[in-house]
């Protein structure tokens, strides 16, 4: 895991829309083969933003995704789905993915840490330290920070790597 964040922090020319719907694709046929080996049933969106392609899992009938919707489910699924893509491209792969809108809820519960930090911060702290996290996750943070008119840095290594937050 440590290799792939060094690889999502390093400067690399912006993919373009065909590209990235490509490693979409591509990303799609493996989980879908994926989801046939296991006997699990879902539609898959596919989505090109921000330079990465996106894609997501979602539930065709109730209970079939809650185990793979885990977080450290999510993350290895991403994993192996980026090497997927890199194996049939020969170039690394930025892709996210999402099952069962796992993602949309870390996303809230993120943009609600930050709101807390921001709190603390108002109500006299110097500083609020937020758990450590992906660097996905910590990129989250600095733009919800940012938003709020607040300064974030990240500090610490490897899984301590983490979000400090301070008033601008």
Avoid: W
């Avoid at 995704?65 to 893509?85: G, K, W």
């Avoid at 892709?95 to 109500?123: H, K, P």
């Avoid at 990129?139 to 290594?157: I, Q």
């Amino acid at each position: 895991m440590a290799t792939s964040e060094k690889n999502e922090t390093t400067t690399e020319a912006p993919a373009t829309v065909s590209e990235l719907e490509r490693e979409g694709d591509i990303a799609a046929d493996f989980i879908e083969e994926l989801l046939d080996i296991c006997d699990l049933d879902g539609d898959l969106d596919i989505d090109a933003r921000n330079g990465r392609a996106y894609v997501s899992v979602v539930a065709t009938e109730a209970g079939g995704l809650e185990r793979l919707s885990r977080p450290d489910a999510v993350a290895a699924l991403q994993e192996l789905t980026r090497l997927a893509v890199q194996n049939k491209t020969g170039a690394y792969s930025r892709l996210i993915m999402d099952v069962g809108g796992s993602r949309e809820a870390r996303e809230a519960e993120l943009e609600r840490l930050v709101a807390t930090a921001a709190e603390r911060i108002d109500e006299g702290a110097a500083s609020a330290a937020l758990p450590p996290m992906s660097s996905y996750e910590r990129k989250l943070v600095h733009d919800f920070a940012a938003a709020r008119g607040l300064v974030s840095s990240s500090r610490g290594e490897g899984r301590d790597r983490h979000t400090v937050i301070t008033r601008a």
